[in-house]
């Protein structure tokens, strides 16, 4: 096997020096594999991965994508990944095809191959009637939607999905997780943060749970019922048993 796709080694960062909010983090990730990403609300999920996306520099450690540093080549290591964020982000101003639009642009993606994809992408969300809509004027999950189209469009070696199913009906949600199944078998690998311990259960090959800024678990569901040593527990079970131990010290 080659070197994993994503690999974090003890990272320490956060968002001000000397008040570091992950302690040596660190995740590997394979191709063809789904990880989830769990832990409490203010646990460091979403620093984690504002870290591995190069919006925060770690104060210590090193993160690598494809066995390349973000510093070698900004553009290019950006270009490995897709991010579907928690929180859609959107210009005003452009109509939903035009967002597709200038993802192919900022990708280079064939223009015969980008529509053809797009087209499909749409349908599978159910999004064709918008596409001459502007966002703004979206529901919650629309927006979202237009999120996940955008980061389908592209092939990366990483998708990075931040708790992707708050606001998506539950058609949305099976689109959202049979491509990324789909990815997954084609190679792709997969970072997912989500608090839908089941659908994490179900979906993820391996689980890491932070605890303030720790990796306190990490492995298969079967690793963590054997480190708990609790046989047969739900991943939800353990998820409680261990936050709960950690509060009371
Ligand atoms: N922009 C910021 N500036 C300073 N501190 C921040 C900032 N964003 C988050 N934090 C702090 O970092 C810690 C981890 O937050 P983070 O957002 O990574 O948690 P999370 O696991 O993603 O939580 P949630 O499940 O609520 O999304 C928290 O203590 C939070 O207060």
Redesign the pocket.
């Known amino acids: 096997m080659g070197h994993p796709v994503l690999q974090v080694q003890e990272i320490t960062g956060?968002?001000?020096k000397g008040k570091p909010?992950l302690h040596r983090v660190s995740i590997d990730i394979q191709s063809h594999e789904m990880v989830g990403l769990i832990?409490?609300?203010?646990?460091?999920?979403?620093?984690?991965i504002?870290h591995i996306l190069g919006l925060l520099d770690p104060f210590e450690g090193t993160i690598l994508l494809g066995g390349m540093k973000r510093k070698d080549s900004p553009a290019e290591y950006a270009s490995r990944m897709s991010y579907i964020p928690?929180t859609p982000l959107f210009y005003e101003h452009l109509t939903l095809w035009e967002h597709l639009e200038l993802t192919a642009m900022a990708y280079q993606l064939n223009q015969s191959d980008f529509e053809k994809r797009a087209k499909e992408l749409l349908q599978e969300f159910r999004m064709e009637r918008m596409v001459n809509w502007f966002p703004s004027t979206f529901s919650k999950g629309m927006k979202q939607k237009l999120m996940i189209i955008n980061a389908f469009l592209t092939d990366p070696a990483l998708y990075i999905v931040d708790?992707p199913f708050v606001g998506l009906d539950p058609r949305g949600i099976q689109s959202l997780l049979q491509m990324l199944e789909k990815k997954k078998r084609e190679g792709a690998s997969i970072l997912m943060?989500t608090?839908i311990l089941a659908t994490a259960e179900q979906y993820c090959d391996r689980l890491i749970l932070?605890h303030e800024?720790r990796v306190v678990l990490r492995g298969t569901l079967a690793d963590l019922r054997q480190q708990t040593g609790m046989e047969r527990a739900s991943l939800e079970d353990i998820f409680l048993t261990v936050t709960e131990v950690q509060r009371n010290g």
């Open positions: 956060g968002y001000m909010v832990g409490l609300n203010g646990a460091g999920k979403s620093t984690t504002k928690e708790e943060s608090h932070l800024g």
